[in-house]
């Protein structure tokens, strides 16, 4: 059995139109402010949906934005080249290269799917929203006026001071401390092999040492001449000594 439904409150006859008159009583007495637009320009607030800002640089061209776009309003051409191995005896890679982002923002509903599901951070919210064309064929903006609203995107906002680094920071963090290792190596490297040059050119010097001789350096050795002797010392001849004639008969 269903149950009965409460009883309504009687509602006085009229009341919608008084609060109604209230309202319209209570703005007449205010002062009506205008927006000197465009001389001056609106306070948006820090998360408005202006316009979609392309960082190029972050795109892998993986079409993840193209295929989740509700509207199909994201266009993207690319081509395929091919890498030399980074290190010698390496395979070739291939990459894809970016050759047209352009978006039709007649057709765009904003909905921000397309920043969402962007796994590189390649598109951006920017506040700007002064674009409107006269004729409507010129409302679809290719990459490189993209590229100019991306430098017009706020800076994130700061994170609470107990929160964990991003997992990007702390990589873009990793690889340039590598290079700068690796170019630290480099500088000590060249360094190194400066030094080596430097000694490499330099004249080496005698064995035995810098000596000076004064006379002549034949009288230096022994020799016989007329069964005389001559000392290198003193210049006096000396007699030789007979031979043994042991040394005969032997």
């Not at 949906?49 to 993986?62: A, D, S």
């Not at 929203?129 to 706020?154: C, S």
């Not at 004064?214 to 000396?238: L, M, N, Q, R, V």
């Amino acid at each position: 059995m269903a149950e009965p439904l409460p009883p309504t409150r009687s509602r006085i006859p009229g009341s919608g139109l008084a609060k109604g008159l209230a309202v319209t009583l209570r703005t007449m007495t205010k002062k009506t402010v205008t927006a000197q637009y465009p001389d001056a320009q609106p306070e948006l607030p820090p998360r408005s949906r202006g316009v979609i800002g392309l960082f190029e640089e972050n795109c892998t061209v993986c079409m993840l934005c193209a295929r989740e776009c509700p509207d199909w309003c994201i266009y993207i051409d690319s081509h395929k080249e091919t890498v030399p191995p980074a290190a010698p005896g390496g395979r070739e890679r291939s990459r894809n290269v970016l050759d047209r982002f352009a978006i039709d923002f007649s057709l765009c509903m904003y909905c921000g799917i397309c920043i969402e599901v962007c796994p590189f951070d390649a598109l951006f919210w920017s506040p700007e929203f002064e674009y409107a064309e006269t004729d409507i064929h010129e409302l679809t903006h290719e990459r490189d006026k993209l590229r100019e609203w991306m430098w017009t995107v706020p800076a994130p906002p700061a994170l609470d001071p107990g929160a964990e680094e991003p997992k990007e920071l702390a990589a873009a963090r990793k690889t340039a401390d590598k290079l700068a290792a690796e170019a630290a190596t480099a500088a000590e490297a060249a360094e190194l092999a400066a030094r080596t040059a430097e000694q490499a050119a330099q004249p080496e010097p005698p064995a035995g040492g810098t000596t000076t001789t004064t006379g002549p350096t034949t009288a230096e050795t022994t020799g016989t001449t007329s069964g005389t002797t001559t000392d290198a010392t003193s210049g006096t001849p000396e007699p030789s000594k007979p031979s043994d004639p042991q040394d005969g008969a032997s």
